[in-house]
């Protein structure tokens, strides 16, 4: 091999890593900015949170998978109210257009009990 053979594989490796990272670094942020809207939504409903789980496309609850992005973030979460009552929902994170980064839609769905 010679030496413009290299640069050019490191240049690319450089490349490859370069656009990993930011790919990483934006799903790492999506996840941040859903969970900092779940919080939001509990602590305006006044509830605290006693667990979530993140869901993908498979097992969204009530939410159809037609009414889903990539944008969005879905969470089934488990909850008690200021009365003490414990209660479970699932709740969307982000909106259509502006998803999780542009938006503090959270809607909800409440399991039935």
Request: positive net charge; aromatic residues 14%; glycine residues 10%.
């Amino acid at each position: 091999m010679d030496k413009e053979s290299v640069i050019e594989i490191g240049r690319s490796l450089l490349i490859a890593l370069a656009v990993i990272a930011a790919f990483l670094g934006l799903w790492w942020l999506m996840l941040s900015r859903a969970k900092t809207i779940l919080r939001e939504w509990a602590a305006e409903g006044g509830f605290q949170i006693l667990g979530f789980e993140k869901k993908y496309m498979i097992g969204t609850g009530p939410f159809k998978w037609w009414t889903n992005s990539r944008n969005k973030i879905i969470y089934h979460v488990r909850v008690r109210d200021s009365a003490g009552r414990e209660r479970s929902a699932w709740v969307r994170c982000g909106s259509t257009y502006g998803g999780v980064l542009f938006s503090r839609q959270a809607e909800v769905r409440w399991d039935e009990t």
